[in-house]
Protein backbone atom coordinates (compact mmCIF):
# COMPACT_ATOMS: atom_id res chain seq x y z
CA UNK A 1 0.00 0.00 0.00
CA UNK A 2 1.48 3.61 -1.10
CA UNK A 3 1.78 6.30 1.20
CA UNK A 4 -0.96 8.58 -0.35
CA UNK A 5 -3.68 5.19 -0.04
CA UNK A 6 -2.60 4.62 3.83
CA UNK A 7 -3.24 8.54 4.31
CA UNK A 8 -6.47 8.22 2.55
CA UNK A 9 -7.79 5.15 4.90
CA UNK A 10 -6.63 6.94 7.96
CA UNK A 11 -9.16 10.22 6.85
CA UNK A 12 -11.99 8.20 5.69
CA UNK A 13 -11.54 5.98 8.96
CA UNK A 14 -10.57 9.20 11.49
CA UNK A 15 -14.00 10.51 13.32
CA UNK A 16 -15.50 13.52 12.71
CA UNK A 17 -16.05 16.08 15.50
CA UNK A 18 -16.81 19.28 16.24
CA UNK A 19 -17.82 22.30 13.44
CA UNK A 20 -17.00 19.30 10.57
CA UNK A 21 -19.54 17.10 11.90
CA UNK A 22 -22.13 19.81 12.27
CA UNK A 23 -21.46 20.91 8.29
CA UNK A 24 -21.63 17.28 7.41
CA UNK A 25 -25.30 17.12 9.15
CA UNK A 26 -26.11 20.29 7.81
CA UNK A 27 -25.26 18.85 4.29
CA UNK A 28 -26.97 15.38 4.50
CA UNK A 29 -29.99 16.89 5.78
CA UNK A 30 -29.63 15.79 9.72
CA UNK A 31 -29.73 19.33 10.57
CA UNK A 32 -33.35 20.45 9.89
CA UNK A 33 -35.13 18.28 12.23
CA UNK A 34 -32.62 18.97 15.39
CA UNK A 35 -33.07 23.13 14.31
CA UNK A 36 -37.05 22.53 14.70
CA UNK A 37 -36.76 20.55 17.74
CA UNK A 38 -34.63 23.14 19.00
CA UNK A 39 -37.01 26.02 17.80
CA UNK A 40 -39.62 24.45 19.21
CA UNK A 41 -37.73 24.13 23.36
CA UNK A 42 -36.98 28.12 22.29
CA UNK A 43 -40.29 29.13 21.85
CA UNK A 44 -41.44 26.98 25.00
CA UNK A 45 -38.68 28.68 27.33
CA UNK A 46 -39.15 32.26 25.46
CA UNK A 47 -42.70 32.25 26.25
CA UNK A 48 -42.21 31.49 29.91
CA UNK A 49 -39.84 34.17 29.65
CA UNK A 50 -42.36 36.58 27.90
CA UNK A 51 -45.35 35.73 30.35
CA UNK A 52 -42.75 36.25 33.37
CA UNK A 53 -41.66 39.71 32.31
CA UNK A 54 -45.15 40.76 31.19
CA UNK A 55 -46.72 39.42 34.09
CA UNK A 56 -44.56 41.57 36.81
CA UNK A 57 -45.35 44.74 34.15
CA UNK A 58 -49.40 43.30 35.27
CA UNK A 59 -49.85 43.00 31.61
CA UNK A 60 -50.80 46.97 31.39
CA UNK A 61 -51.34 46.99 27.89
CA UNK A 62 -53.26 44.76 26.03
CA UNK A 63 -50.84 44.52 23.67
CA UNK A 64 -48.63 42.55 26.40
CA UNK A 65 -50.95 39.47 25.44
CA UNK A 66 -50.03 38.98 21.69
CA UNK A 67 -46.82 37.30 22.49
CA UNK A 68 -47.73 34.87 24.88
CA UNK A 69 -50.66 33.97 21.84
CA UNK A 70 -48.37 34.00 18.98
CA UNK A 71 -45.18 32.61 20.26
CA UNK A 72 -46.35 28.90 21.52
CA UNK A 73 -47.34 28.37 17.80
CA UNK A 74 -43.86 27.16 17.06
CA UNK A 75 -44.27 24.50 19.95
CA UNK A 76 -46.34 22.14 18.02
CA UNK A 77 -45.15 23.84 14.52
CA UNK A 78 -41.26 22.96 15.52
CA UNK A 79 -42.72 19.14 16.91
CA UNK A 80 -44.31 18.45 13.62
CA UNK A 81 -42.07 19.86 11.48
CA UNK A 82 -39.40 16.98 13.24
CA UNK A 83 -41.59 14.11 12.34
CA UNK A 84 -42.98 15.57 9.20
CA UNK A 85 -41.41 17.00 5.94
CA UNK A 86 -44.95 18.56 5.00
CA UNK A 87 -45.34 20.48 8.16
CA UNK A 88 -41.55 21.41 7.82
CA UNK A 89 -42.14 22.80 4.83
CA UNK A 90 -45.58 24.41 5.35
CA UNK A 91 -46.81 25.16 9.04
CA UNK A 92 -43.21 25.82 10.40
CA UNK A 93 -42.62 28.55 8.45
CA UNK A 94 -46.05 30.21 8.99
CA UNK A 95 -45.64 30.05 12.31
CA UNK A 96 -42.49 31.14 11.60
CA UNK A 97 -42.85 34.27 10.20
CA UNK A 98 -45.58 35.31 12.75
CA UNK A 99 -43.39 35.32 15.28
CA UNK A 100 -40.82 37.07 13.88
CA UNK A 101 -43.25 39.88 12.45
CA UNK A 102 -44.65 40.18 16.20
CA UNK A 103 -40.62 40.53 17.72
CA UNK A 104 -40.28 43.07 15.66
CA UNK A 105 -43.53 45.13 16.51
CA UNK A 106 -42.15 44.16 20.08
CA UNK A 107 -39.12 45.96 19.65
CA UNK A 108 -41.04 48.56 18.22
CA UNK A 109 -43.04 48.87 21.20
CA UNK A 110 -40.75 48.49 23.87
CA UNK A 111 -38.47 51.34 22.05
CA UNK A 112 -41.30 53.71 22.38
CA UNK A 113 -41.82 52.62 25.78
CA UNK A 114 -38.64 54.43 26.59
CA UNK A 115 -39.54 57.31 24.62
CA UNK A 116 -42.56 57.57 27.20
CA UNK A 117 -40.76 57.05 30.29
CA UNK A 118 -39.62 60.73 32.14
CA UNK A 119 -37.04 62.30 29.93
CA UNK A 120 -37.59 60.20 27.16
CA UNK A 121 -34.35 59.24 24.85
CA UNK A 122 -32.28 62.58 26.72
CA UNK A 123 -32.31 60.13 29.83
CA UNK A 124 -31.55 57.29 27.11
CA UNK A 125 -28.60 55.55 29.74
CA UNK A 126 -31.45 55.36 32.63
CA UNK A 127 -34.64 54.69 30.77
CA UNK A 128 -33.15 51.64 28.45
CA UNK A 129 -32.52 50.23 31.87
CA UNK A 130 -35.10 51.15 33.55
CA UNK A 131 -37.93 50.57 31.11
CA UNK A 132 -38.98 47.54 29.10
CA UNK A 133 -36.01 45.59 27.93
CA UNK A 134 -35.26 47.19 24.51
CA UNK A 135 -33.86 43.94 22.85
CA UNK A 136 -35.88 41.25 24.67
CA UNK A 137 -38.46 40.93 21.70
CA UNK A 138 -35.53 40.33 19.39
CA UNK A 139 -34.96 36.86 21.30
CA UNK A 140 -38.47 36.25 20.03
CA UNK A 141 -37.25 37.07 16.52
CA UNK A 142 -34.46 34.95 17.07
CA UNK A 143 -36.14 32.08 17.61
CA UNK A 144 -38.43 32.63 14.96
CA UNK A 145 -35.51 33.25 12.80
CA UNK A 146 -34.71 29.71 13.88
CA UNK A 147 -37.81 27.84 12.75
CA UNK A 148 -37.62 29.86 8.91
CA UNK A 149 -33.77 28.39 8.78
CA UNK A 150 -35.17 24.78 9.54
CA UNK A 151 -38.05 25.20 7.28
CA UNK A 152 -35.48 25.93 4.34
CA UNK A 153 -32.90 23.61 5.11
CA UNK A 154 -32.58 20.15 3.17
CA UNK A 155 -34.50 17.17 4.87
CA UNK A 156 -32.48 13.93 5.71
CA UNK A 157 -34.86 11.85 2.69
CA UNK A 158 -34.93 14.81 -0.03
CA UNK A 159 -32.49 14.25 -3.11
CA UNK A 160 -29.55 15.73 -3.31
CA UNK A 161 -28.96 18.87 -5.34
CA UNK A 162 -26.03 19.15 -7.44
CA UNK A 163 -23.17 21.26 -6.52
Not at 8 to 33: C, M, N, Q, W, Y
Not at 92 to 114: D, E, K, M
Request: glycine share 10%.
Amino acid sequence: MTVARKARAARKSAPVHGIDRLLGDVRTGRFERSLAALTAGGALVTTAEIYTSHDSASFGNRTMWWPIFVMPTLIPAGVAAVFSRRAAKTVLPVSSALVIANGLQGTYLHARGVSQKPGGWKLGLYNVEMGPPLFAPLLATLVGGMGLLASILRREEDPKVPA
